[in-house]
């Protein structure tokens, strides 16, 4: 059964840092791009970064460059997401999928940033 589980979320401040976990089976992981995603209450998903399946490739967008790392460990079949210097339009609900349009993808885990 194909299952990811996104965790680490939680209320942070401005300025401040989370790492968050996906935890996946039921497919290849070694074999998978990973892409983080997520979707502000009221907006569409929007797409965070992306990671090859050896790790060796990383992908951002201009919104969160600099300041977000994705990274993976095969052996455990998770993808994280190191978030720092966190600003309040990072809060949002944060998915991992196996593709950029987001599906299929966990159920997410919910980042609120507040000042």
């Known amino acids: 059964e194909f299952r990811m589980v996104e965790s680490g979320g939680g209320l942070v401040e401005t300025a401040g840092s989370l790492r968050l976990s996906c935890a996946t089976s039921?497919?290849?992981?070694?074999?998978?791009?990973m892409t983080w995603l997520r979707q502000a209450e009221g907006q569409g998903l929007e797409w965070v970064a992306t990671?090859?399946?050896?790790?060796?490739?990383?992908y951002y967008a201009t919104s969160v460059k600099g300041r977000f790392t994705i990274s993976r460990d095969n052996a455990k079949a998770t993808v994280y997401l190191q978030m720092n210097n966190l600003k309040r339009e990072d809060t949002a609900t944060y998915y991992c999928?196996?593709?950029?349009?987001?599906?299929?993808r966990g159920q997410g885990t919910q980042v609120t940033v507040s000042s």
């Open positions: 999928s196996t593709s950029r349009g987001g599906s299929p």
């Open positions: 039921g497919f290849t992981f070694s074999a998978a791009y």
């Open positions: 990671i090859s399946p050896s790790g060796g490739d990383t």
